[in-house]
T-cell receptor
């Protein structure tokens, strides 16, 4: 297992376009988290899944954001009608239930122009 | 909600120097973690330390949960230690493990 994998590493998109990011967690991890990090700030929680169930969503996750984790394996995060304020690093992490030792992916850096 | 405060916000060291980074949290937490974010953005989990002291090579961490703080010690710093150090913790009664991060300490180690 090579850890948590995120694709793409970088994405530049025009305002108003839709984008989708993918996260492949460590295979035996049943929890998967999405965080967003802007320049000079710590990561902020967006949402998390336990297996395929999305159990918590932050108020940061507006209606334009949707996340899925079909079959409890990889996850996708889609942003519709992107805005310049969506520009950030989107980080994915995974862990085991009862073990809070997170493993983060390398992130997807989104730039909305 | 919970506040996680880190100090100092930034730090410049000469290679070989020692340093202490501090993390204060405003509410009861468990499972405090320290992360290092390298210049490429990768967050590496350094310590998972709900209480007590742990050591890993030149790094060690101490958490005093009853006093709501944690310290990260870096000894004999190297240029590869540069980056941003974050502490993070889930709320005590949060079953989902959602982490609250501090603002980070940006460390720059000069050769």
């Amino acid at each position: 297992d090579t850890g948590v994998s995120q694709n793409p590493r970088h994405k530049i998109t025009k305002r108003g376009q839709n984008v989708t990011f993918r996260c492949d967690p460590i295979s035996e991890h049943n929890r998967l988290y999405w965080y967003r990090q802007t320049l000079g700030q710590g990561p902020e929680f967006l949402t998390y899944f336990q297996n395929e169930a999305q159990l918590e969503k932050s108020r940061l996750l507006s209606d334009r954001f949707s996340a899925e984790r079909p079959k409890g394996s990889f996850s996708t995060l889609e942003i519709q009608r992107t805005e310049q304020g969506d520009s950030a690093m989107y980080l994915c992490a995974s862990s085991l239930v009862g073990n809070y030792g997170y493993t983060f992916g390398s992130g997807t850096r989104l730039t909305v122009v | 909600g919970i506040q996680v405060e880190q100090s100092p916000p930034d730090l410049i060291l000469q290679e070989g120097a020692n340093s202490t980074l501090r993390c204060n949290f405003s509410d009861s937490v468990n499972n405090l973690q320290w992360f290092h974010q390298n210049p490429w953005g990768q967050l590496i989990n350094l310590f998972y330390i709900p209480s007590g002291t742990k050591q890993n090579g030149r790094l060690s961490a101490t958490t005093v949960a009853t006093e709501r703080y944690s310290l990260l010690y870096i000894s004999s710093s190297q240029t590869t230690d540069s980056g941003v150090y974050f502490c993070a913790a889930p709320l005590l009664y949060n079953q989902g493990g959602k982490l609250i991060f501090g603002q980070g300490t940006e460390l720059s180690v000069k050769p």
